[in-house]
């Protein structure tokens, strides 16, 4: 069983920076391809980003949208992955969510396959 905790959160304006932090605990992280998702009201949940568990760094993937802008890290050591936000824009408002543990590393983008979730945390930013 694996257990994720997403905090950093946040009201900001346009234009700024924003970390998002997703704590593990339960089994070995660094087995796990982990990922970050967003829901905005209304809409579907989206995939935002992913990395998978290798030592060098790992792959990462990135949805289109945030490409460029997002970058997503672990610390493997301290069972934990980011997610660092930068020139957030307002269509970036929505829940982000940190996903572990996709049926397949192919998988990434696809919320449903997907075992754990952790609970959310809020992003909004104004204009």
């Known amino acids: 069983q694996v257990q994720l905790v997403e905090s950093g959160g946040g009201l900001v304006q346009a234009g700024v920076s924003l970390r998002l932090s997703c704590a593990a605990s339960?089994?070995?992280?660094?087995?796990?391809?982990m990922g970050w998702f967003r829901q905005a009201p209304g809409k579907e949940r989206e995939f935002v980003a992913a990395i998978n568990w290798s030592y060098s760094g790992g792959r990462r993937y990135y949805a289109d949208s945030v490409k460029g802008r997002f970058t997503i890290s672990r610390d493997n050591a301290k069972n934990t992955v980011y997610l660092q936000m930068n020139s957030l824009k307002p269509e970036d408002t929505a829940v982000y969510y940190c996903?572990?543990?996709?049926?397949?590393?192919?998988?990434?983008?696809?919320?449903?396959?997907?075992?754990?979730w952790g609970q959310g945390t809020q992003v909004t930013v104004s204009s």
């Open positions: 996903a572990a543990d996709p049926t397949r590393e192919t998988d990434y983008a696809d919320p449903i396959a997907y075992r754990y």
């Open positions: 339960g089994r070995t992280f660094r087995n796990y391809v």
